[in-house]
Each structure stands twice: as C-alpha cells, then as structure tokens.
Nanobody, 126 residues
Framework: VQLVESGGGLVQPGGSLTLSCAAS???????IAWFRQAPGKEREAVAA????????YYADFVRGRFTISRDNVNKMSSLQMSSLEVEDTGVYYC?????????????????????WGQGIQVTVSS
C-alpha cells in the first residue's frame, strides 16, 4: 500500500486546512492514522480511525479542533484542521496498519503501523 498526502501549506493562526491521504490499494481492514513531527521533536500521533467500527481517537491537543474521516470506497482519509495554532506546525504523515490490534491501546504507537506516506508540511504562521 502506498500512501500520498496532499493539502498542506501555509496558514495563519486560527485558520483551517484539510489534509488528504490517498491509498494505492484497499485499506478497509487497516487503522488509518495521522501523525506529525515538528522540528527537533519526536513524531506524535494526532488522530486515528479504526476499520471495523469506525471508532475515532484524538490526541488531547487536537480534540475539538481536528476531525479525521475515511472513505474506504475511494481509498481516502482526510484530516480537517481548524483553529490552527503555531504549535501545530510540522510535517504531517498518514499511516495505515493495525490489523487485529486493540486499537484503543495501540493507535499512538508509530512503530506498529505498516505503511506510511512521505509526509506533507503544514506551517501555521502570521
């Protein structure tokens, strides 16, 4: 499975941006997640959506501001980001994995994902 992110760019604080992740093949059975990495920091989990029941998980720092979704028919995932803050700046990655996982416990563990996109830059700055 190849994943390709799009939709990044420069946005002012308080603005909105929507990231998309396109998969090369079916991802129905995978957990889809978004991670980000700021300069000098470790990669961190932002949000994930399960395959079997569509359960959604968010990091506390984005809860209420970001919305993750998936479209299995079109092999896509989106991350809608609003009320963006300077601290949201970083490279955002789409990831897929987690077949048979206990999703609630594992979704933040980057090493457990099988497939990754190349990442896309999001810069929040005035």
């Amino acid at each position: 499975v190849q994943l390709v992110e799009s939709g990044g760019g420069l946005v002012q604080p308080g603005g909105s941006l929507t990231l998309s992740c396109a998969a090369s093949s079916r991802v129905d059975f995978y957990v889809i997640a978004w991670f980000r990495q700021a300069p000098g920091k470790e990669r961190e989990a932002v949000a994930a959506i399960a395959s079997h029941d569509g359960s959604i998980y968010y990091a506390d720092f984005v809860r209420g501001r970001f919305t993750i979704s998936r479209d299995n028919v079109n092999k896509m995932s989106s991350l809608q980001m609003s009320s963006l803050e300077v601290e949201d700046t970083g490279v955002y990655y789409c990831a897929a994995g987690g077949v048979g996982w206990p999703v609630a416990r594992m979704w933040t563990v980057a090493n457990e994902y099988d497939y990754w996109g190349q990442g896309i830059q999001v810069t929040v700055s005035s």
